[in-house]
């Protein structure tokens, strides 16, 4: 095949409304990494805000990376698996309404959000919405991304890992242990993805705010996230385990499912000390003409479907993938669920075997039909 008849994809520079409005949406997508820290950050003040002296405590042991750089997020995990209380208060399907810090804000105008949690496991996903108006034609890899190409895809975000609830003056706390993440690439976050939680009665909204406070006694940046579907059954949440080639996380509540899995490192990546971020590092590496760890770094797969659409990719951190049936990615053939019991039931799926962490079936039966499913998700379900 020639290589004009090849799927590629296009950098989008002028489109229909002009070239002038194209290059602001393009200059504002490539800082939108840098913006959601910024947000994130109260306007990059939580270094000198979560301290001790002000009352802020924290062990080094709740830094969201610090398992993750010890290589004992599977020993942790499964430890706590078994022994932590369900990360019941935001079990659910959530999207994020609104994002507020340092005078600055996002909404889901802005960006594409799906935060799904179980009674343990997480994957919490955002894309920004300006990468389909830059991003267009046909493409079917990372192979097909060209230097440009992978400066932009690489504005967006994806993480999973474990959230681990507690209570402090009466109030619910989360702390969240992450052991895959887009924007992790060696340099470990210096503060706990630590956050109070604020529940709405009806279950429908909840706030997320952060640990410590600003110099005003408020709180230094704050979500918003609304539900997402009706129920938060069925709940499964499946993690491959620790001999597996490639770490990965599969959750599922109700009718809608998050998925991620690890890079893939070739080992012929060169090594960029100075950049703590993927961002800057794919950009130093483009800058240097070395695409092959640019991709490496941007390896993680990711998305968002639902179950009742034969598990469909609806949104995906590869957009090559949506439309894709889940357990058919990367030429896998299904997903294989044997056993009797849901104690012990062995998963299989893309050659990798995978542990349950939460089941909301007591039938292993009833987890079989799940998986499998297409068409509508039955009431007595959801």
Request: hydrophobic letters at 30%; one cysteine or more.
């Amino acid at each position: 095949m020639a290589e004009s008849e090849k799927k590629r994809l296009k950098v989008n520079h002028e489109g229909s409304v002009g070239s002038g409005t194209m290059n602001e949406v393009r200059s504002k997508h490539l800082g939108w990494t840098k913006r959601q820290g910024y947000i994130l950050t109260g306007g990059g003040k939580a270094d000198e805000l979560y301290t001790a002296d002000r009352g802020f405590p924290f062990q080094e042991t709740e830094l969201p990376h610090h398992h993750l750089m010890q290589g004992k997020t599977h020993s942790v995990f499964e430890q706590w698996r078994s022994t932590a209380p369900p990360c019941s208060a935001v079990c659910g399907v959530w999207n994020r309404t609104l994002f507020v810090g340092g005078w600055d804000h996002t909404s889901d105008t802005d960006e594409i959000a799906f935060n799904i949690q179980t009674h343990n496991l997480f994957i919490d996903m955002r894309i920004p919405r300006s990468r389909s108006e830059l991003l267009s034609g046909t493409f079917a890899s990372l192979q097909d991304l060209g230097p440009e190409e992978l400066r932009l895809y690489a504005r967006q975000h994806i993480f999973a890992g474990f959230s681990y609830p507690s209570t402090e003056d009466g109030r619910l706390l989360c702390t969240r242990h992450h052991c895959i993440d887009w924007n992790f690439v060696g340099s470990p976050r210096t503060r706990p993805n630590k956050w109070w939680i604020e529940a709405k009665e009806d279950g429908e909204v909840w706030k997320e705010y952060s640990y410590a406070k600003d110099n005003y006694g408020q709180h230094y940046y704050f979500e918003r996230w609304e539900k997402v579907g009706t129920s938060n059954l069925p709940r499964l949440a499946l993690r491959t385990v620790s001999t597996a080639s490639r770490d990965g996380i599969i959750v599922a509540v109700g009718d809608h499912f998050n998925y991620i899995l690890a890079r893939e490192m070739s080992g012929a990546e060169k090594g960029y000390q100075n950049e703590t971020s993927t961002v800057d590092l794919v950009d130093a590496a483009v800058t240097a003409g070395d695409l092959t760890t640019a991709r490496s770094y941007l390896s993680i797969e990711g998305g968002h479907g639902k179950v009742s659409n034969d598990w469909a990719i609806e949104s995906s951190i590869s957009p090559w993938d949506e439309g894709k049936v889940l357990w058919e990615l990367n030429g896998s053939s299904g997903v294989v669920v044997e056993g009797d019991s849901i104690e012990n039931c062995s998963i299989t799926w893309s050659g990798l075997k995978w542990s349950i962490y939460d089941c909301s079936f007591q039938d292993v039966l009833e987890l079989k039909k799940y998986v499998r499913k297409s068409g509508s998700v039955p009431t007595s379900k959801l």
